[in-house]
């Protein structure tokens, strides 16, 4: 979405809920864009007939001659193809094409994990889950594929009920609380365009953490993934963050795991 439709979705929302403009100004001020992958089946039937695959959960990977499985054997539960990216629709920088493979334990609190960038041109090869640990055979966890695809969303920066305008609305009235919560709920959605994202991953943006948010002060979210969107018995968050520089220098090393539950 363009910079003038958000805005004039927001004020429509506004609108819509006796909002003020001022406050939905502020609202938009500390607002920003992310990417939100979801299954076919969330996708609205509009949305469905446009849709293009961009990433996909589980599965093994593919990975270039010299390049194994990371060493903590953490299991690959996100492959995202950036090429298939909407680039306006992120105000981070990935790279512009190749696959970026997410290895993390999302069951239990993650020892190791890692994000490696596959370039396009790169000779890939698929790897096996089976390995040797002192001498025994051993499986690292596979989880199924699902492949998912790209849904621009907005998200709504934590304090921005803070500024002025904000604050006096709701000091107003407690009722007012209310108000804001199912306008903020609405501009997610209507910035969705209906799909549902509740339960997914999440490219950029601020996070929907359960526990503190992690992405603050220089760390921005690169990556939130819901258990369920992996295994729908898995009841965990997984939030991956670092800082702007090193997102755009594809320094993956120094990017922070958290998992909440």
């Known amino acids: 979405m363009t910079t003038s439709n958000v805005e004039e979705l927001v004020l429509r929302m506004a609108e819509t809920h006796g909002v003020p403009g001022p406050v939905a100004q502020e609202m938009l001020a500390g607002a920003r864009p992310c990417l939100h992958l979801v299954p076919f089946e969330d996708l609205t039937p509009a949305q469905q007939k446009e849709a293009s695959p961009a990433a996909r959960t589980g599965g093994l990977p593919s990975l270039p001659d010299g390049v194994d499985w990371p060493a903590g054997r953490e299991p690959l539960v996100l492959t995202v193809h950036c090429a298939a990216l909407p680039r306006e629709a992120l105000d981070i920088e990935l790279p512009p094409d190749g696959d970026l493979l997410f290895f993390v334990e999302i069951e239990y609190e993650p020892e190791s994990s890692a994000v490696l960038h596959v370039p396009a041109d790169a000779q890939t090869a698929e790897r096996s889950a089976t390995y040797e640990l002192d001498g025994e055979p051993e499986q690292a966890r596979v989880y199924q594929p699902d492949v998912l695809y790209p849904v621009p969303g907005l998200t709504v920066g934590p304090d921005w009920r803070d500024a002025p305008a904000t604050s006096a609305f709701l000091d107003g009235d407690p009722d007012r609380y209310g108000i804001l919560d199912a306008f ?40 939130q993934i819901h258990g369920q969107s992996i295994d729908l018995d898995v009841y965990t968050q997984t939030l991956i963050v670092g800082t702007r520089e090193d997102i755009a220098g594809r320094r993956y090393q120094a990017l922070e795991f958290e998992q909440q539950v």
């Open 184 to 223: 903020e709920e609405a501009v997610r959605d209507a910035a969705a365009g209906g799909a549902s994202h509740g339960v997914s991953v999440q490219l950029g943006g601020f996070s929907s953490a359960w526990q503190s948010a992690p992405d603050e002060g220089d760390l921005v979210l690169l990556a």
